[in-house]
Nanobody, 118 residues
């Protein structure tokens, strides 16, 4: 079974940068895509960024385009989210996710807190 572990969350001032990491271990099925989601208290979980593992094709939410970059390291089985020009509205718990099918994300990490102060 695939297991995802996030790291790199913390407190940062508005305009600052932070890099999140997600290490992947185990699993008998090859994942197709990996992505990042985020959730604030009282709000639904929203998609942030995704990357197709083989092709490297990326997708971003409009709210983070030009500021966030998702990337992967195949040798380390790790996906990253580089976050620049952070805003207070980026404050949320960030979750790493993966899917072993072409349709729906079916594996999730435990989440890491990102807090951006104004």
């Amino acid at each position: 079974q695939v297991q995802l572990v996030e790291s790199g969350g913390g407190l940062v001032q508005a305009g600052g940068s932070l890099r999140l990491s997600c290490a992947v271990s185990g699993g008998t099925f090859r994942w197709i895509s990996m992505g990042w989601f985020r959730q604030s208290p009282g709000k639904e979980r929203e998609f942030v960024a995704g990357i197709h593992w083989t092709s490297g094709t990326t997708t971003y939410a409009d709210s983070v385009k030009g500021r966030f970059t998702i990337s992967r390291d195949n040798a380390k089985n790790t996906v990253y989210l580089q976050m620049n020009s952070l805003k207070p509205e980026d404050t949320a718990v960030y979750y790493c996710a993966a899917k072993t099918n072409p349709f729906k994300y079916n594996y999730w990490g435990q989440g890491t807190q990102v807090t951006v102060s104004s």
